[in-house]
């Protein structure tokens, strides 16, 4: 490897080889470091002694340097990304005009990964480090001087690694792609100044062993982007320049995608790099940003703001990738399978939301070829063409548009269409074939090689498709997937009007119409009003061949007219000459003649309907008065005919599809339905066709018992659904689709039976353990959350349905009907409970009264399953034992998809085990609220189950009733309880003394109130299994602790702690709640105090750890306690080795620049006089679970220490010791407080501390 010199850098003074090898030999001196010819010197029978004092010597100050080049990276090969980085962050000017600080890495250390020996020949300069697995790690700190055999002529520097043995050799092939993307960078930058700009690797390989030499290429596509509006790295400090000029907020995203020597993708799985390899996450290309890292740098934080700018500039940058692979001749039809795909990012949703965010952009981004080769279009625009509109030849039958084509090229591979399919590329639909048609069949070329040119089977192929096409809008029109009979205009007019009207010659009369067939259009919406119909599909319309249609332009007829319409001429009346009379004997004889319409009848009704239909301008809000005063008049005119003329006034509307007026859509076009898209009532239902109650709530003569319109019923509401099995709703549809379902389950006197037809219905709206929503059927397994803690804990595990304990509830008869009982979670979810080893106390009052209430219990057991032993059962439940303890744990067991799936929970609150001998010992928390809830809602079936031995979820929901009342209830009450749920009393003995069982509830009671509130405490009833302690429990001790000391206020001298004990005594209520108890237990007394002292120097060292200003220099060296080791539970800390050094103190801190001596004055511990000090600070952590008033310990040389510091500090030139004590109290109380005593003695003087000498106690008054 050779570096090239820096040119901004001023050079370096010049030394010849023997100035070099001096200072090479004094820096490996000072290290320690002693030649083989020195220690050949050394004396035989005291050299070993010498070089074992030397070893320790180094094992103790390299403890940290041995240890740097292991804690980020398990891979050998990672040495080369920290040189590479090492040469980037050489640009210091510019670094420094960016904004960055340098950063701590492993560096040229971790070369040592990867080689055992270093040698670095430079200028003047030959030495080498040498560090074997195993050594202190002084060696890579300790240059030793060698002379070559072959000298090194430079210019630049050689870096010669000798690797250890065990290396593996593909560990640097799989990071080629890596290391070319960060040489790309540094070749901007004047390092390796002859790499070519292009984007092309060769990496050559000799195998000594095989004698094989072999090159391999690659190449790069590289793609740059300046992501802008970025917040700031979370990680780092800027400065006031740094913050104006928000040079935080861009910052350049670089993506490479990796070709081979021919061109082609190449697909793997490549490395999101922030500066260094971060991980794999799912990308075919490379990623390199400013992110920000995890504290490891394995991973980035996912919360970051920066990162999700970031990742959306990332989408940006792709996008732009991606069009300029577009345009490369080879690239064009492969770069598709660079596209991250969501199945690839499932485990990462910080990743998989750029999926999404990509989508629409790329969808707009012109990349696609078409069939013609035209100018590239976005891939929303094209269309993937499926067989069958394709030739024999698998051309297509109908060529594509040349102004805005939609068929791709062929050269693109099924496989990539495929990944487009996720990205907005579609099949090409039936119904789009239209305009395609169109074209074809306007170009002369095509109409006559239809003829000439195409054989039978492009014909045939042209045909079915055509037909396919207008099948699908048949149906479309009909709001059927099977419309029966003949659709289309009828073939005369008198099956509609045969009421006495004859034909007359078409010469006798005219007629007059603005609209003729030919332009005139009927609104058909279907259930959404969106689909137009042409007037002729839906309506009968007659032109002057079809007088019977016609009326006389009488004045009556004219003004009844006007009463609706804007301009009578949309209705067909007559053109007559000059104006007529109403009633004008001439021409009501006229009319009869030729049998024209003149009365203002329900034909005019039905003509004035037709034109407000086709009026598509008419205003809304005339519409309403005018369509409800139209109904009525064509309802009573209908009531008017006698019963044989009616049939034909209903065949009348059913000509008429869309007649039913339900307002305006959202662009204000009126909204007509049929009569079968709408329901007159919907009955409670949630349902997606218009309910005419709502609407017409006074027309329902008209609408539901002239034209039929039928309520919604069980048996309507069950073919709706099947209907609409292929149709996948929304979660919120779906969910309206279950109320309805259940509002008609309940309401129904005529219950469907559940059929296979609904086992294909998609109505279950489910949340899958990814987090995706999905409507499912009711044949795929999910559960039914019936238990909100059961549905937290195994949501990332199974697949719930998204619905509230409420909506559950409400939705019972929904899941009765499916047969769905089972999947309830209360009925798929076992939890096993454990009672792990620890301190256990006999709960004598809840064993007494199970003892005296067995004969009833086991009454309840029998009265369930006959076959058991009544007396054995009351014999072994007389002999209960019932302890509280913190040590139940609990898992959760279900099986979803013939797979076992477990969670462990925790803490539980119930346990009962049966013993070898067949009693039972019950076990409860010791937090009396779960434990009372315990006993009221889990106890009652835990303990049925365990005494007829069966599973808790087939215990019946009236025993475990039964039982409950039993356990809540007076003795006295027991027999009465049993009778009045029909359970017969087997008047069973009660073997146990009653006195005998008040005696040890009345010890108990003593007991409780005489001993001290000390966690440690244990009674004679406590179960000590071994020597251990509950790390759970410790843990969140631990946890609250951190938390807690990061809000934490330093306290004022005045004192936090004493305000808040005067507010105290002074009894004055607050609405704070109360702290949460935070308890934890060990056998072990000695080593539980250990281990609050242990929290409680947690608790001063974050404390001092976040002081503002910080403290120079103070980090976990200062903290020289060898309990420290306990806090390594914490995950913060998991890292912290134990202390080995000398303890002279809980915390040491050298105040070199005065600052906590500053921060002490601010706070009233120092007056003025100590301005400017810097001190040695001895700090004593003093740790209680009680409150502040409770005693500690001080230990006589800790007392003296004290003492003569105090000395010395009274002397004004000898304040160069502080012995301060920080007192911690609640540990457990979660109310953590801290008082300080920065001059103890004086304290003690003032009265404020009382020490007692002879047993080493200091309590607080």
């Given at each position: 490897m050779e570096i090239g010199q820096r040119s901004e850098l001023p050079p370096l003074p010049e030394l010849d080889r023997a100035q070099a090898r001096e200072l090479v030999d004094e820096i490996a001196v000072n290290h320690g470091y002693l030649p083989p010819h020195v220690v050949d010197l050394i004396p035989d029978e005291i050299r070993a002694t010498v070089l074992h004092a030397l070893q320790k010597k180094d094992n103790m100050i390299a403890a940290s340097v041995s240890t740097l080049a292991q804690i980020l990276y398990s891979s050998s090969a990672h040495f080369i990304f920290e040189l590479l980085q090492n040469a980037a962050d050489n640009n210091y000017f510019k670094a420094l005009a960016e904004g960055h600080d340098p950063e701590k890495s492993i560096g040229f250390k971790s070369t040592f990964m990867a080689a055992w020996k270093v040698q670095i020949e430079s200028g003047p300069f030959t030495f080498y480090f040498e560090h074997q697995v195993g050594d202190s790690g002084m060696g890579m700190i300790t240059p030793i001087w060698f002379e070559p055999e072959n000298e090194f002529q430079g210019p630049g520097t050689r870096i010669s690694l000798y690797f250890h043995d065990n290396g593996t050799p593909d560990d640097l092939t799989e990071r080629r792609d890596e290391v070319i993307t960060q040489l790309k960078e540094l070749q901007g930058e004047a390092l390796f100044p002859n790499f070519p700009q292009g984007s092309e690797l060769r990496t050559s390989k000799f195998d000594a062993t095989s004698g094989i030499d072999s090159e391999m290429v690659r190449q790069f596509h590289v793609t740059k982007y300046d992501a802008t509006g970025l917040s700031r790295n979370e990680n780092r400090s800027y400065s006031e320049t740094e913050e104006g000029l928000a040079l935080y907020s861009t910052s350049r995203v670089v993506l490479a995608f990796t070709l081979d020597e021919n061109d082609?993708?190449?697909?793997?799985?490549?490395?999101?790099?922030?500066?260094?390899?971060?991980?794999?996450?799912?990308?075919?290309?490379?990623?390199?940003?400013?992110?920000?890292?995890?504290?490891?740098?394995?991973?980035?934080?996912?919360?970051?703001?920066?990162?999700?700018?970031?990742?959306?500039?990332?989408?940006?940058?792709?996008?732009?990738?991606?069009?300029?692979?577009?345009?490369?001749?080879?690239?064009?039809?492969?770069?598709?399978?660079?596209?991250?795909?969501?199945?690839?990012?499932?485990?990462?949703?910080?990743?998989?939301?750029?999926?999404?965010?990509?989508?629409?952009?790329?969808?707009?981004?012109?990349?696609?070829?078409?069939?013609?080769?035209?100018?590239?279009?976005?891939?929303?625009?094209?269309?993937?063409?499926?067989?069958?509109?394709?030739?024999?030849?698998?051309?297509?039958?109908?060529?594509?548009?040349?102004?805005?084509?939609?068929?791709?090229?062929?050269?693109?591979?099924?496989?990539?269409?495929?990944?487009?399919?996720?990205?907005?590329?579609?099949?090409?639909?039936?119904?789009?074939?239209?305009?395609?048609?169109?074209?074809?069949?306007?170009?002369?070329?095509?109409?006559?090689?239809?003829?000439?040119?195409?054989?039978?089977?492009?014909?045939?192929?042209?045909?079915?498709?055509?037909?396919?096409?207008?099948?699908?809008?048949?149906?479309?029109?009909?709001?059927?997937?099977?419309?029966?009979?003949?659709?289309?205009?009828?073939?005369?007019?008198?099956?509609?009007?045969?009421?006495?009207?004859?034909?007359?010659?078409?010469?006798?009369?005219?007629?007059?119409?603005?609209?003729?067939?030919?332009?005139?259009?009927?609104?058909?919406?279907?259930?959404?009003?969106?689909?137009?119909?042409?007037?002729?599909?839906?309506?009968?319309?007659?032109?002057?061949?079809?007088?019977?249609?016609?009326?006389?332009?009488?004045?009556?007829?004219?003004?009844?007219?006007?009463?609706?319409?804007?301009?009578?001429?949309?209705?067909?009346?007559?053109?007559?000459?000059?104006?007529?009379?109403?009633?004008?004997?001439?021409?009501?004889?006229?009319?009869?003649?030729?049998?024209?319409?003149?009365?203002?009848?329900?034909?005019?009704?039905?003509?004035?309907?037709?034109?407000?239909?086709?009026?598509?301008?008419?205003?809304?809000?005339?519409?309403?008065h005018s369509i409800w005063t139209l109904y009525n008049r064509i309802y009573a005119q209908y009531l008017s005919f006698d019963q044989k003329d009616k049939h034909p006034i209903k065949a009348l509307f059913r000509t008429y599809k869309s007649f039913i007026y339900i307002g305006e859509n959202k662009d204000g076009v009126n909204k007509w339905f049929k009569t079968s898209e709408c329901l007159w009532s919907a009955n409670g239902a949630i349902v997606r066709k218009p309910s005419l109650d709502e609407i017409y709530p006074d027309l329902k003569e008209f609408f539901h018992k002239f034209l039929e319109i039928p309520e919604l019923d069980l048996r309507l509401f069950y073919k709706e659904l099947v209907d609409m099995h292929d149709t996948v709703p929304t979660t919120a549809a779906a969910k309206d689709m279950l109320i309805s379902l259940n509002a008609m389950l309940s309401s129904s006197s005529d219950p469907v039976r559940f059929g296979p037809q609904a086992e294909r219905f998609h109505i279950f709206p489910a949340i899958l353990p990814n987090g995706t929503r999905k409507v499912l059927r009711s044949h795929v397994h999910f559960f039914i959350n019936d238990r909100r803690h059961y549905a937290e804990a195994l949501k990332d595990s199974l697949t719930i349905l998204d619905l509230t304990l409420d909506e559950v509830t409400r939705l019972h008869g929904v899941f009765e009907w499916f047969d769905l009982k089972d999947r309830y979670l209360s009925q798929a979810v076992v939890e096993k409970a454990r009672v792990k080893e620890g301190n256990y106390e006999k709960l004598n009052s809840l064993t007494r009264d199970l003892a005296l209430k067995a004969p009833a219990l086991v009454s309840i057991a029998i009265y369930s399953n006959e076959s058991l032993d009544p007396d054995k059962l009351n014999a072994s439940l007389q002999k209960v034992q019932v302890y509280v303890t913190d040590s139940i744990k609990s898992t959760l067991i279900a099986e979803e998809g013939g797979k076992k799936v477990e969670k462990f929970i925790g803490k539980s609150d119930l346990h009962i085990q049966r013993l070898d001998n067949g009693d039972l010992r019950i076990y409860l928390t010791t937090d009396e609220d779960s434990r009372d809830l315990a006993i009221a809602s889990k106890l009652p079936r835990e303990l049925m189950a365990a005494l007829l031995g069966y599973d808790t979820r087939k215990v019946d929901a009236t025993v475990f009733n039964i039982v409950a009342s039993i356990l809540q209830a007076k003795r006295s009450h027991v027999h009465q309880i049993l009778e009045l749920n029909g359970v017969p009393d087997l008047n069973l003995p009660c073997l146990v003394g009653e006195n005998y069982l008040a005696a040890e509830v009345e010890a108990e009671n003593r007991k409780m109130a005489?001993?001290?509130?000390?966690?440690?405490?244990?009674?004679?009833?406590?179960?000590?299994?071994?020597?251990?302690?509950?790390?759970?429990?410790?843990?969140?001790?631990?946890?609250?602790?951190?938390?807690?000391?990061?809000?934490?206020?330093?306290?004022?001298?005045?004192?936090?702690?004493?305000?808040?004990?005067?507010?105290?005594?002074?009894?004055?209520?607050?609405?704070?709640?109360?702290?949460k108890q935070l308890k934890f237990s060990h056998s072990n007394t000695d080593e539980w105090k250990q281990m609050v002292g242990a929290a409680g120097e947690l608790f001063v060292f974050e404390i001092l750890s976040n002081l503002d200003p910080s403290l120079p220099k103070f980090g976990r060296s200062n903290w020289q306690s060898v309990i420290r080791r306990f806090v390594t539970d914490h995950p913060d800390y998991a890292d912290m080795d134990a202390w080995v050094g000398e303890e002279d103190g809980d915390i040491q801190y050298k105040d070199t620049q005065n600052a906590l001596t500053d921060y002490l004055i601010e706070k009233g511990y120092f007056d003025e006089t100590w301005i400017g000090e810097c001190p040695e600070y001895h700090i004593e952590v003093k740790t209680s679970v009680g409150n502040l008033g409770a005693p500690f310990h001080m230990s006589k040389s800790q007392y003296n220490r004290m003492r003569r510091y105090w000395s010395e500090a009274n002397t004004r030139s000898s304040r160069k010791k502080v012995f301060a004590i920080f007192r911690v109290y609640g540990i457990e109380s979660g109310d953590i407080g801290l008082k300080v005593y920065v001059d103890a003695e004086s304290e003690s003087q003032g009265g404020n501390l009382k020490f007692e000498a002879d047993s080493w106690v200091v309590r607080a008054l």
């Amino acid at each position: 490897m050779e570096i090239g010199q820096r040119s901004e850098l001023p050079p370096l003074p010049e030394l010849d080889r023997a100035q070099a090898r001096e200072l090479v030999d004094e820096i490996a001196v000072n290290h320690g470091y002693l030649p083989p010819h020195v220690v050949d010197l050394i004396p035989d029978e005291i050299r070993a002694t010498v070089l074992h004092a030397l070893q320790k010597k180094d094992n103790m100050i390299a403890a940290s340097v041995s240890t740097l080049a292991q804690i980020l990276y398990s891979s050998s090969a990672h040495f080369i990304f920290e040189l590479l980085q090492n040469a980037a962050d050489n640009n210091y000017f510019k670094a420094l005009a960016e904004g960055h600080d340098p950063e701590k890495s492993i560096g040229f250390k971790s070369t040592f990964m990867a080689a055992w020996k270093v040698q670095i020949e430079s200028g003047p300069f030959t030495f080498y480090f040498e560090h074997q697995v195993g050594d202190s790690g002084m060696g890579m700190i300790t240059p030793i001087w060698f002379e070559p055999e072959n000298e090194f002529q430079g210019p630049g520097t050689r870096i010669s690694l000798y690797f250890h043995d065990n290396g593996t050799p593909d560990d640097l092939t799989e990071r080629r792609d890596e290391v070319i993307t960060q040489l790309k960078e540094l070749q901007g930058e004047a390092l390796f100044p002859n790499f070519p700009q292009g984007s092309e690797l060769r990496t050559s390989k000799f195998d000594a062993t095989s004698g094989i030499d072999s090159e391999m290429v690659r190449q790069f596509h590289v793609t740059k982007y300046d992501a802008t509006g970025l917040s700031r790295n979370e990680n780092r400090s800027y400065s006031e320049t740094e913050e104006g000029l928000a040079l935080y907020s861009t910052s350049r995203v670089v993506l490479a995608f990796t070709l081979d020597e021919n061109d082609e993708p190449i697909t793997e799985i490549q490395d999101v790099f922030a500066f260094m390899p971060v991980r794999k996450i799912g990308f075919n290309f490379l990623i390199h940003a400013d992110f920000v890292t995890q504290a490891n740098r394995q991973d980035i934080v996912w919360s970051s703001q920066r990162n999700v700018g970031l990742r959306k500039a990332i989408g940006q940058a792709l996008v732009k990738g991606i069009e300029e692979l577009a345009k490369h001749q080879t690239l064009q039809y492969k770069w598709m399978r660079y596209l991250p795909r969501e199945e690839s990012l499932n485990h990462s949703p910080f990743w998989k939301d750029m999926v999404s965010e990509i989508k629409s952009p790329l969808s707009q981004a012109q990349v696609l070829v078409p069939i013609r080769q035209a100018a590239r279009c976005p891939i929303q625009q094209m269309r993937q063409l499926e067989p069958r509109y394709l030739d024999k030849n698998g051309d297509p039958l109908i060529p594509d548009l040349c102004n805005s084509p939609m068929y791709l090229s062929k050269d693109y591979e099924d496989n990539d269409l495929n990944i487009l399919r996720e990205y907005g590329l579609s099949v090409l639909q039936v119904y789009e074939i239209y305009p395609i048609l169109s074209a074809m069949v306007q170009e002369q070329s095509w109409k006559e090689a239809i003829f000439e040119t195409r054989d039978e089977d492009w014909h045939s192929r042209l045909a079915k498709l055509i037909l396919a096409a207008i099948n699908y809008d048949m149906t479309q029109l009909s709001g059927s997937s099977q419309p029966s009979g003949n659709i289309g205009p009828p073939s005369s007019s008198s099956g509609l009007f045969s009421f006495g009207s004859r034909e007359t010659a078409d010469a006798q009369i005219r007629g007059n119409s603005n609209t003729g067939p030919s332009n005139i259009s009927l609104f058909a919406f279907s259930s959404q009003g969106k689909t137009t119909a042409s007037a002729t599909d839906d309506m009968k319309l007659f032109d002057h061949k079809n007088r019977e249609d016609a009326f006389l332009p009488f004045p009556a007829l004219l003004s009844r007219c006007g009463s609706f319409l804007k301009n009578h001429e949309a209705v067909n009346f007559l053109k007559a000459e000059a104006p007529l009379e109403d009633d004008d004997p001439c021409w009501m004889g006229f009319a009869k003649h030729f049998g024209i319409k003149v009365n203002d009848g329900i034909h005019l009704s039905v003509e004035i309907l037709r034109a407000l239909i086709t009026d598509a301008s008419a205003p809304a809000d005339s519409m309403w008065h005018s369509i409800w005063t139209l109904y009525n008049r064509i309802y009573a005119q209908y009531l008017s005919f006698d019963q044989k003329d009616k049939h034909p006034i209903k065949a009348l509307f059913r000509t008429y599809k869309s007649f039913i007026y339900i307002g305006e859509n959202k662009d204000g076009v009126n909204k007509w339905f049929k009569t079968s898209e709408c329901l007159w009532s919907a009955n409670g239902a949630i349902v997606r066709k218009p309910s005419l109650d709502e609407i017409y709530p006074d027309l329902k003569e008209f609408f539901h018992k002239f034209l039929e319109i039928p309520e919604l019923d069980l048996r309507l509401f069950y073919k709706e659904l099947v209907d609409m099995h292929d149709t996948v709703p929304t979660t919120a549809a779906a969910k309206d689709m279950l109320i309805s379902l259940n509002a008609m389950l309940s309401s129904s006197s005529d219950p469907v039976r559940f059929g296979p037809q609904a086992e294909r219905f998609h109505i279950f709206p489910a949340i899958l353990p990814n987090g995706t929503r999905k409507v499912l059927r009711s044949h795929v397994h999910f559960f039914i959350n019936d238990r909100r803690h059961y549905a937290e804990a195994l949501k990332d595990s199974l697949t719930i349905l998204d619905l509230t304990l409420d909506e559950v509830t409400r939705l019972h008869g929904v899941f009765e009907w499916f047969d769905l009982k089972d999947r309830y979670l209360s009925q798929a979810v076992v939890e096993k409970a454990r009672v792990k080893e620890g301190n256990y106390e006999k709960l004598n009052s809840l064993t007494r009264d199970l003892a005296l209430k067995a004969p009833a219990l086991v009454s309840i057991a029998i009265y369930s399953n006959e076959s058991l032993d009544p007396d054995k059962l009351n014999a072994s439940l007389q002999k209960v034992q019932v302890y509280v303890t913190d040590s139940i744990k609990s898992t959760l067991i279900a099986e979803e998809g013939g797979k076992k799936v477990e969670k462990f929970i925790g803490k539980s609150d119930l346990h009962i085990q049966r013993l070898d001998n067949g009693d039972l010992r019950i076990y409860l928390t010791t937090d009396e609220d779960s434990r009372d809830l315990a006993i009221a809602s889990k106890l009652p079936r835990e303990l049925m189950a365990a005494l007829l031995g069966y599973d808790t979820r087939k215990v019946d929901a009236t025993v475990f009733n039964i039982v409950a009342s039993i356990l809540q209830a007076k003795r006295s009450h027991v027999h009465q309880i049993l009778e009045l749920n029909g359970v017969p009393d087997l008047n069973l003995p009660c073997l146990v003394g009653e006195n005998y069982l008040a005696a040890e509830v009345e010890a108990e009671n003593r007991k409780m109130a005489i001993l001290p509130n000390s966690p440690g405490r244990s009674s004679q009833s406590s179960l000590t299994l071994q020597d251990t302690y509950d790390k759970d429990a410790y843990l969140d001790v631990l946890v609250h602790v951190v938390e807690a000391a990061r809000a934490h206020q330093f306290p004022t001298k005045s004192g936090e702690s004493d305000l808040s004990q005067a507010l105290n005594g002074l009894n004055i209520s607050n609405s704070k709640p109360k702290p949460k108890q935070l308890k934890f237990s060990h056998s072990n007394t000695d080593e539980w105090k250990q281990m609050v002292g242990a929290a409680g120097e947690l608790f001063v060292f974050e404390i001092l750890s976040n002081l503002d200003p910080s403290l120079p220099k103070f980090g976990r060296s200062n903290w020289q306690s060898v309990i420290r080791r306990f806090v390594t539970d914490h995950p913060d800390y998991a890292d912290m080795d134990a202390w080995v050094g000398e303890e002279d103190g809980d915390i040491q801190y050298k105040d070199t620049q005065n600052a906590l001596t500053d921060y002490l004055i601010e706070k009233g511990y120092f007056d003025e006089t100590w301005i400017g000090e810097c001190p040695e600070y001895h700090i004593e952590v003093k740790t209680s679970v009680g409150n502040l008033g409770a005693p500690f310990h001080m230990s006589k040389s800790q007392y003296n220490r004290m003492r003569r510091y105090w000395s010395e500090a009274n002397t004004r030139s000898s304040r160069k010791k502080v012995f301060a004590i920080f007192r911690v109290y609640g540990i457990e109380s979660g109310d953590i407080g801290l008082k300080v005593y920065v001059d103890a003695e004086s304290e003690s003087q003032g009265g404020n501390l009382k020490f007692e000498a002879d047993s080493w106690v200091v309590r607080a008054l």
